[in-house]
């Protein structure tokens, strides 16, 4: 996603230079929030400040809520059909599978020692059998990255 | 998708917005449609449960946290990004996303794989998408047909 936001901001349109779209990207995109989104209201604010933010929020969650709302205005009609429940039953295992890729995926590319791996681990275990709340472990894990490093 | 859990949490669990089904069949449409999977949701949901004046309303306050947020921080950028508790405090979510994603994946697991065919779907999709390096989508698309062909007959 990012190399073609970056594509359109800084090579095309050259509204900002490269380093001034890299400046605080990274903190911007670690807020709560999707990364689009942050994203978007971060390079509209360095662009035309407050009315830039809205802009490119308005622009960024556009199309997918029009998408969205599209399909859920037919599938909400028909999603008792035997037929659409049928391609869902299939198509959760793969979603399942696809997710699991992801975890793999992104476990080799995030985590570069023991430790991490261990907490990723506990974490796990602790959200599924305490049932806790996700934002625990956002800042559990938080407060751990803070302990082992300081 | 490590902020599945917590869409998961509050919209089924908390709130009912959703049935179970509902949730996984939205999981299902965001993985088929470009766009992040928290507009989507709340979409969704907000269209769902009101029509369209809710999607608009849940979209746009899906939107509100990240305006106001890099709004107000937006001048200090500089002075979070040197600093190193933060930095820290940043770098030790990496393993709290990799165990959300696993938790959502758990759970929709638990959810929607109740027979030996689903979990062999499962296994085939996982190894053409992570040794052959197969389209997602088309697997997604290919092996809802296979649920069509065999729950069907």
């Given at each position: 996603m990012l190399p073609l936001i970056k594509q359109e901001i800084v090579?095309?349109?050259?509204?900002?230079t490269d380093e001034e779209f890299i400046e605080g990207l990274s903190v911007a995109q670690s807020l709560p929030g999707a990364i689009a989104i942050n994203t978007a209201c971060f390079v509209g604010r360095k662009v035309r400040g407050i009315a830039g933010t809205l802009v490119s929020v308005l622009g960024a969650s556009l199309p997918s809520f029009l998408i969205i709302l599209f399909i859920a205005s037919f599938f909400l009609q028909y999603r008792h059909l035997e037929v659409v429940q049928n391609f869902f039953r299939g198509a959760t295992p793969a979603i399942v599978a696809l997710i699991i890729g992801a975890v793999v995926d992104i476990g080799k590319s995030a985590l570069d020692d023991w430790g991490d791996l261990i907490i990723a681990f506990i974490l796990f275990f602790i959200t599924l059998f305490?049932?806790?709340?996700?934002l625990w472990i956002v800042l559990i894990g938080g407060m751990l990255g803070v302990l082992r490093r300081k | 998708m490590a902020a599945l859990p917590l869409i998961e949490k509050e919209?089924?669990?908390?709130?009912?917005?959703?049935s179970n089904g509902e949730f996984l069949e939205l999981v299902t449409l965001s993985e088929l449609t470009p766009g992040p999977i928290g507009i989507n949701s709340a979409t969704f949901t907000g269209f769902k449960v009101v029509g369209i004046w809710g999607s608009l309303v849940a979209t746009l306050a899906f939107c509100l946290p990240s305006i106001f947020l890099v709004s107000l921080i937006f001048r200090s950028l500089s002075y979070f990004e040197e600093n190193v508790w933060v930095q820290h405090f940043l770098r030790g979510l990496r393993p709290v996303v990799i165990a959300l994603i696993g938790v959502a994946a758990y759970s929709l697991a638990q959810k929607g794989i109740k027979d030996w065919f689903a979990i062999m779907l499962g296994i085939i999709v996982f190894t053409l998408v992570y040794?052959?390096?197969?389209n997602p989508i088309l697997l997604l698309l290919l092996s809802g047909v296979a649920g069509l062909i065999w729950y069907g007959s």
């Open positions: 090579e095309k349109k050259k509204v900002l305490f049932n806790l709340h996700p | 919209v089924v669990d908390t709130y009912h917005w959703l040794r052959k390096k197969t």
